[in-house]
């Protein structure tokens, strides 16, 4: 492994010579916006056992438990603001370097940052609104809380009465498929393929360097810790994504 100022370099290089750029982030690109990962120590795994999509649909009271656990969240994290990686992702979008982000978080910092939301892949969904599991309508977490907190229960669907989720995928919850297919096409077409702060030990989104490297990208893995898929990547960038990004952008 190069020492960390050669892969920094080597990073920028590949940057500047790669045609079509796709990054895909995970909750490490927001921990410098103050919203904790899921696995570093302390992180929210570590707090609490996630709830099973089937345990939700199942059970009243894990619904109870989620949106308790969800709204705890807005109090804690829901003024987080898009931090200097993001900046950059949207900069390469804006200026066509890529064509969008793939993106395993749940937090809408990337469209904070100005991404066009058809522009961002979310493979997990997004926590800042709610959707009914019959019908799909969208709802918003600004109706749900204070019914949620004068009856103890979230609302149910205001067109069909079914019941309402935030709209993320849930472990045992089927992936979207068309956020799905969106993601292995970008990693299909891509010559530079940058993970951004993710554990990859996450399932299919970790098949999704393999895919890029099987289809000719450069893979990059920037990471403060080793990762499940290092062995994929071309190079390993190891260190805080904030730093890195803002030294190669100010070259
Ligand atoms: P993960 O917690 O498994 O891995 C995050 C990785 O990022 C870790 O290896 C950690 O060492 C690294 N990291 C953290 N901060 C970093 C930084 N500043 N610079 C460099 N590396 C850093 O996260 P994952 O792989 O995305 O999988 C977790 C799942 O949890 C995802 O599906 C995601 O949807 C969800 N999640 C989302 C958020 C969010 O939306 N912000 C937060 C927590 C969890």
């Not at 935030?166 to 993601?183: D, N």
């Not at 403060?224 to 070259?251: N, Q």
Request: aromatic content about 6%; hydrophobic content about 40%; proline content about 5%.
């Amino acid at each position: 492994m190069p020492d960390h100022k050669e892969a920094v370099s080597r990073l920028a290089q590949m940057i500047d010579a790669s045609r079509t750029i796709v990054p895909f982030t995970g909750a490490g690109i927001s921990t410098e916006s103050g919203i904790p990962d899921f696995r570093s120590p302390g992180g929210l795994w570590t707090q609490n056992r996630p709830i099973s999509f089937q345990d939700f649909v199942a059970d009243a009271s894990l619904r109870r438990e989620a949106w308790r656990r969800r709204f705890a969240m807005a109090d804690a994290f829901g003024s987080a603001r898009p931090n200097i990686g993001h900046e950059v992702i949207a900069s390469w979008i804006k200026e066509g370097r890529a064509p969008a982000v793939i993106t395993q978080n749940i937090d809408n910092l990337h469209q904070d940052a100005g991404v066009a939301a058809d522009k961002v892949v979310e493979i997990h969904g997004n926590t800042t609104y709610a959707t009914c599991l019959s019908c799909g309508r969208r709802h918003e977490l600004a109706w749900i809380r204070p019914i949620f907190e004068a009856t103890g229960d979230a609302p149910a669907c205001e067109a069909c009465g079914g019941i309402l989720k935030t709209a993320t995928i849930s472990f045992g919850q089927q992936m979207p498929l068309e956020a799905m297919q969106q993601a292995k096409a970008l990693a299909s077409e891509c010559d530079l393929f940058i993970v951004l702060g993710s554990s990859l030990v996450v399932y299919p989104a970790a098949d999704l360097p393999q895919l890029a490297r099987r289809n000719g990208a450069r893979v990059v893995i920037l990471n403060r810790e080793p990762t499940g898929c290092d062995r994929v990547a071309h190079l390993i960038v190891r260190g805080e994504i904030g730093d890195i990004l803002e030294s190669i952008i100010h070259r």
